[in-house]
């Protein structure tokens, strides 16, 4: 079974202070690991697909890396806006056919003070 | 282009009531997948549909919810006799294609009383 293990659960940071978000996964065959951000309230927002180890994927203040274990999402300098939870999740092969299905971890809550 | 559109975004039903929730897919989507998020915990996969077909329902309770995607109209997740278990919110997102990412709805957060 696919699993997905998001680290810190909460992580609380003073704006500018930077920082790093982890994702550990076990799939059978991974297809795609994505990131999402989700606001109060509101749907998952998508982020970054990251496809193979070593592809590192950059969106203004947050870079996104992935080794073949687990995936980094970096926040360089963050702000108050960039409070939310992020969400990681993986999609995986099965049979040579790959499958829409994501498997969600339970999210980090950031929270950026001014 | 409007994003993914969910109606309604709340919904109150008594218990043994039914729910149906809508999901209209991103223009030229033709993937639908329901998501469910019970409050404390994650997003959990329901169901994966591609027009007038259902691709995987592995994450479906067996009882009392079905899905299905019609070749015109939106997807639709039913819940017949709700139970207060079943209050959540139900995320849809829809892709391009099964290897494409998936985008996000706001949700339908559903309360049974």
């Not at chain 2, 209209?24 to 329901?46: A, N």
Request: proline content about 5%; glycine content about 10%; overall charge neutral.
């Amino acid at each position: 079974e696919d699993q997905v293990t998001q680290s810190p659960e909460a992580l609380r940071l003073q704006e500018g202070e930077s920082s790093s978000l982890n994702c550990s996964y076990t799939v059978s065959g991974l297809r795609g690991l994505f990131w999402y951000r989700q606001d109060p309230g509101k749907g998952p927002e998508f982020l970054f697909t990251l496809y193979s180890a070593g592809e590192e994927k950059e969106k203004e203040r947050l870079k996104a890396t992935l080794t073949k274990k687990e995936s980094f999402l970096h926040i360089t300098a963050p702000k108050p806006e960039d409070s939310a939870t992020y969400l990681c999740a993986v999609q995986a092969y099965a049979g040579g056919t790959s499958y829409g299905k994501l498997t969600f971890g339970q999210g980090t809550i950031l929270t950026v003070h001014p | 282009n409007a994003g993914v559109m969910q109606n309604p975004r709340h919904l109150v039903r008594r218990r043994g009531q039914e729910a149906r929730l809508r999901c209209s897919p991103m223009k030229g989507h033709s993937h639908v997948y329901w998501y469910r998020q019970l409050p404390e915990e994650g997003l959990k996969f329901m169901v994966y549909l591609q027009k007038e077909n259902i691709i995987d329902e592995s994450g479906m309770p067996k009882e009392r919810f079905s899905a299905e995607f019609p070749k015109e109209g939106p997807s639709i997740l039913r819940i017949q006799q709700v139970v207060r278990g079943d209050s959540a919110a139900y995320f849809c997102a829809s892709s391009y294609t099964g290897d494409t990412e998936a985008f996000f709805g706001q949700g339908t957060r559903l309360t049974v009383v």
